[in-house]
């Protein structure tokens, strides 16, 4: 599958196109084609430098994204294929109030993002498309 991913900071002159191994949907997991993703001020800043917690290059940027449910992993059964899916920003933060152990699993910095062709997450990190 492609992946846009950071291979250098500095700008978007460190973006590339590149191939990676499309991802499989663990237990409790959905696999999602993705089909948009949103550049935020935030993203833009990934770009231009590293983040203290963020993973280091190559980093798939892009902390938003939209698309279609592909498949689902053993246990999964929230959402069907096809369902159409946004991802939230705090994979982990579901309820409650925040915590900065919420962190670790922000798209596009300390996780990879939405800008590829598939993305893989727990079927809790995702919310219905109007």
């Known amino acids: 599958m492609k992946a846009?991913?950071?291979?250098?900071?500095?700008?978007?002159?460190?973006?590339?196109?590149?191939?990676?191994?499309?991802?499989?949907?663990a237990p409790g997991e959905v696999l999602v084609r993705v089909c948009a993703?949103?550049?935020?001020y935030r993203d833009l800043l990934t770009v231009q430098a590293q983040r203290p917690g963020n993973l280091?290059?190559?980093?798939?940027?892009?902390?938003?994204g939209?698309?279609?449910?592909?498949a689902a992993g053993a246990g999964a059964s929230r959402w069907k294929v096809g369902d159409r899916v946004a991802g939230i920003f705090f994979r982990d933060w579901l309820a409650g109030p925040f915590d900065l152990k919420?962190?670790?699993?922000?798209?596009?910095?300390?996780?990879?993002?939405w800008l590829r062709e598939f993305v893989a997450v727990p079927e809790t990190a995702l919310v219905a498309v109007p």
Do not use: K
Not at 56 to 64: A, K, R, Y
Not at 66 to 70: D, L, Q, S, T, Y
């Open 37 to 40: 993703a949103s550049l935020n």
């Open 66 to 70: 939209a698309g279609e449910v592909a």
């Open 56 to 64: 280091p290059p190559p980093l798939v940027p892009c902390s938003d």
């Open 102 to 113: 919420f962190h670790a699993a922000a798209g596009g910095g300390s996780i990879h993002g």
């Open 4 to 25: 846009w991913t950071i291979q250098s900071h500095g700008g978007v002159d460190g973006l590339a196109l590149a191939e990676q191994p499309q991802p499989e949907p």
